[in-house]
């Protein structure tokens, strides 16, 4: 199996930036597609932005499109995603996950990702 770890969050004001960081370790970072989604207290888990396993397609929610990129270094065994322009909806634990590649070039719900990381807190305040 993989782990994973997330790191990089932190307190930002509204339209500052981060960027995520989450490192895999224990498997063959190459063979699984990626993901980044968050939660909010008291909400669901939502979809947020994902990588084929080769980082060639990408898809972002449309909340965050045009201001989030998501990049894979499997050189590395590290995912990133870079969080410009934030708002204070952009608030929430995010977490990485990882599923086995299929026969999609990437997934979308958090039902398809069999591994999780502990997820770091991106508070952006107003």
């Known amino acids: 199996q993989v782990q994973l770890v997330e790191s990089g969050g932190g307190l930002v004001q509204a339209g500052g930036s981060l960027r995520l960081s989450c490192a895999a370790s224990g498997g063959t970072f190459s063979v699984y597609h990626m993901g980044w989604f968050r939660q909010a207290p008291g909400k669901e888990r939502e979809f947020v932005a994902a990588?084929?396993?080769?980082?060639?397609?990408?898809f972002y929610v449309d909340p965050v499109k045009g201001r989030f990129t998501v990049s894979r270094d499997n050189a590395k065994n590290t995912m990133y995603l870079q969080m410009n322009s934030l708002k204070p909806e952009d608030t929430a634990v995010y977490y990485c996950?990882?599923?086995?590649?299929?026969?999609?070039?990437?997934?979308?719900?958090?039902?398809?990702?069999?591994?999780w990381g502990q997820g770091t807190q991106v508070t952006v305040s107003s």
């Open positions: 996950a990882a599923a086995r590649k299929g026969p999609t070039t990437l997934y979308t719900s958090r039902h398809d990702y069999g591994y």
């Open positions: 990588i084929s396993w080769s980082g060639t397609y990408t």
